[in-house]
């Protein structure tokens, strides 16, 4: 079972280091050497977007708590630096980038690498529940609801 979860580790890593490639504009996803140079490149193309399409102040609003961590790392690896104001939700990012980057780079790459990584997260979610807690990992049963169901104060959210 160990051997699975290193190997599903290893695929999402390899997914991940040919989605920034395919971001970078380069036609191969090699090693440590070349994700640098791929991260190097998007870099130079968004020094180049910054001289004729200057950063405008955006918000990102992110939808998990994962989600965010990801897109916190890439804001990071290019170099642009997340903030955000008191009293915005914690999963509200700001950030001042151009437009057209957003748009052609770093949205994209973050849906991509944001649906690998949910894939993989709910993977180990459910090989850890069904292992550890209990098997069965059927939805509930969906009922009629009952004239006059009480909307009650019993309400408790994840």
């Known amino acids: 079972m160990a051997t699975n979860a290193i190997d599903e580790e290893?695929?999402?890593l390899e997914t991940l280091a040919k989605?920034?490639?395919l971001f970078a504009d380069t036609g191969f996803a090699g090693e440590r050497t070349a994700a640098a140079s791929a991260m190097e490149r998007i870099r130079q193309r968004l020094r180049r977007l910054q001289e004729t399409d200057q950063p405008v102040e955006m918000r990102f609003s992110l939808g998990s708590p994962w989600?965010?961590?990801l897109f916190l790392a890439l804001?990071?690896?290019y170099e642009i630096s997340p903030y955000r104001y008191s009293g915005q939700r914690y999963t509200t990012v700001m950030a001042r980038v151009p437009r057209r980057f957003v748009d052609e780079t770093l949205w994209p790459e973050f849906q991509q690498i944001n649906s690998d990584?949910?894939?993989y997260l709910n993977v180990i979610t459910d090989r850890v529940i069904k292992g550890a807690i209990f098997a069965d990992?059927?939805?509930a049963e969906t009922r009629a609801a009952p004239a006059g169901l009480p909307e009650g104060p019993f309400t408790l959210e994840g």
């Open 10 to 12: 290893r695929e999402l």
């Open 19 to 21: 989605v920034e490639a």
């Open 67 to 69: 989600s965010k961590k």
């Open 75 to 77: 804001l990071r690896r």
């Open 117 to 119: 990584l949910n894939r």
């Open 137 to 139: 990992d059927t939805d």
